[in-house]
């Protein structure tokens, strides 16, 4: 194998909206409400290998706002992206497809879940800026307790963890 052949590549391929859902279960007498929406917003990360060097990412985000304990709407977005990756340090990869991807990804779902509420008649909700990295640690220490926690309960034999570590 040549020296060029070892170079790290990462190369967005295509980014696409994979799935886009809008519930409006209160319709149309939500409109008439007063109030102020509660708005709660959740976010998912994931990324799947589809072949030899190239992976899916995907961002998703769920954005549910009530009025007085009804839903007004409920918008949920999965943004995707598919890259070409090669020759990455097994240490470098997760870090690269748990922050790198999705910091790629994250502003056009945000531009789509925007576009969408304001499509269904609700004043625009422009999702703040996420650090993926603290995410990404968040993520992995949460794994970390869920493995100490099942071994603790005796649940978790030792090939089954070496199984989830990072």
Not at 22 to 38: D, G, H, R, T, Y
Not at 111 to 126: K, L, Q, V
Not at 136 to 162: F, H, K, T, V
């Amino acid at each position: 194998m040549s020296e060029e052949n070892l170079q790290p590549i990462f190369q967005i391929q295509r980014v696409y909206l994979k799935d886009m859902s809008l519930e409006q279960p209160n319709s149309p007498s939500i409109f008439l409400e007063q109030a102020a929406p509660n708005v709660e917003v959740s976010l998912d990360v994931a990324a799947e290998p589809i072949a030899d060097g190239i992976v899916e990412a995907t961002v998703t985000v769920t954005v549910t706002a009530k009025v007085n304990d009804k839903i007004a709407f409920l918008v949920e977005g999965k943004q995707a992206g598919i890259f070409e990756v090669r020759n990455i340090p097994q240490e470098q990869l997760d870090p690269l497809l748990g922050i790198g991807c999705p910091n790629i990804l994250y502003p056009y779902l945000r531009s789509n879940i925007a576009d969408m509420i304001s499509r269904a008649g609700f004043p625009p909700i422009h999702l703040t800026e996420i650090n993926f990295e603290a995410f990404y640690q968040q993520r992995l220490q949460n794994i970390a307790e869920q493995q100490a926690q099942l071994q603790a309960n005796g649940a978790g034999s030792p090939d089954a963890a070496a199984g989830m570590t990072h």
